[in-house]
């Protein structure tokens, strides 16, 4: 029993569906909201001496969290991580901000760059852990640096470089990094009014083509190289179907929706029976972009798609 209350806000026993877009996840056995990186280092000082295992959440946009819930520590971040410093054209923001608060600062500030990342629903830290990209654009685009809390628990600032970024990809992810501030550098190459257009814009485009009105994590797979989720799934007749209370969303089919009181069981089977019928017609092995976790799956941000276990 660990008692991290002078931590920050600490809960027991608590539902992650509450901390997840989706919806779902059952019971992490302790939740804390660290008020500061000194409480979280020592939050997990001490959990590592209890042998409990710590999972980093952010806005839980990107996650399926089992049914039956994380075993160990949920340390979400999103609302004391929440420092925004803007000088020129260099913005440092804490991991836990939205990317919409961080957008709408630089948008404030006429800074350009950012107008991608307004309508992602993630956090700062989430952002640049998953190069969260959308509209030809990508955080490796406007990232200078990122400083993070390797395990040995010492912090680092890493540089655009050393952060590794690829598709969807950072290093933080292989090496179990936790982001705690993002240093990023704009342009001032636009006007307010031509910067707030393009937000609104692609606001639009996501509204009219993505089924926002229904939990999810966002696009569920991968883009595979040469091919178009949502066609492929389209072409093999996937969209719309149902599984327990998943479907395949019938407004945008790379999108899998928790239509009603999905369970993480649900979701699971319906993108495996996706995976298998897109790799029966078309011979492409649909990998996951959503990451899995509680329950077998643990804490790893990296866990493996259905293909490599
Ligand atoms: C409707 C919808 C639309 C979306 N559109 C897009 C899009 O256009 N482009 C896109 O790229 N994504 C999109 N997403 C997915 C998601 O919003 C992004 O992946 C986002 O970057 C995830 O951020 P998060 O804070 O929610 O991360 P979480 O879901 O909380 O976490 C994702 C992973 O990162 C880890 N993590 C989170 N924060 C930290 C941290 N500070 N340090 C270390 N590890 C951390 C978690 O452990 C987890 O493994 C969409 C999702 C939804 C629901």
Redesign the pocket.
């Given at each position: 029993m660990i008692d991290l209350k002078d931590c920050g806000r600490f809960f027991e026993n608590e539902e992650l569906k509450k901390y997840?877009?989706?919806k779902i996840g059952g019971p992490a056995k302790y939740v804390l909201f660290p008020k500061n990186e000194e409480s979280l280092i020592e939050a997990i000082k001490r959990a590592r001496k209890d042998e409990l295992e710590i999972?980093?959440?952010?806005?839980?946009?990107?996650?399926l969290c089992a049914d039956e819930g994380y075993d160990g520590l949920v340390i979400i971040?999103?609302s004391a991580?929440t420092k925004l410093d803007i000088n020129d054209n260099k913005i440092i923001a804490g991991?836990?901000l939205s990317?919409r608060e961080l957008a709408n600062a630089a948008l404030d500030k006429n800074l350009s760059g950012l107008e991608?990342a307004h309508?992602?629903?993630?956090?700062?830290?989430?952002?640049?852990?998953?190069?969260?990209?959308?509209?030809g654009s990508?955080m490796k685009n406007v990232v200078s640096s990122v400083k993070?809390l390797d395990e040995d628990l010492n912090v680092k600032v890493l540089s655009n470089e050393e952060m590794d970024f690829s598709y969807?990809h950072s290093i933080?992810?292989d090496k179990?990094?936790?982001?705690?501030e993002v240093e990023f550098s704009l342009n001032k190459d636009k006007s307010k009014e031509e910067i707030k257009n393009l937000m609104d814009d692609l606001w639009q485009r996501?509204l009219s083509k993505?089924p926002?009105e229904y939990?999810?994590?966002?696009?569920t797979f991968r883009r595979p190289e040469g091919h178009f989720v949502g066609q492929m799934v389209d072409e093999a007749g996937l969209r719309g179907l149902r599984h327990g209370g998943a479907m395949v969303s019938d407004k945008h089919s790379g999108?899998i929706i928790n239509k009603d009181k999905a369970t993480a069981k649900d979701v699971r089977e319906l993108i495996e029976i996706v995976q298998k019928v897109i790799f029966d017609k078309f011979s492409v092995k649909l990998q996951r972009?959503v990451?899995y976790?509680g329950g077998e799956y643990g804490?790893?941000?990296?866990n493996r798609d259905e293909w490599s276990r």
């Open positions: 997840t877009s989706f999972l980093i959440l952010g806005n839980g946009s990107n996650v971040l999103k991580f991991a836990g990317l991608f309508g992602i629903p993630g956090s700062v830290g989430g952002g640049a852990i998953m190069n969260a990209g959308a509209y990508e993070i969807r933080a992810q179990n990094y936790i982001i705690l996501r993505q926002l939990p999810s994590a966002g696009s999108f972009e990451k976790i804490n790893s941000c990296n």
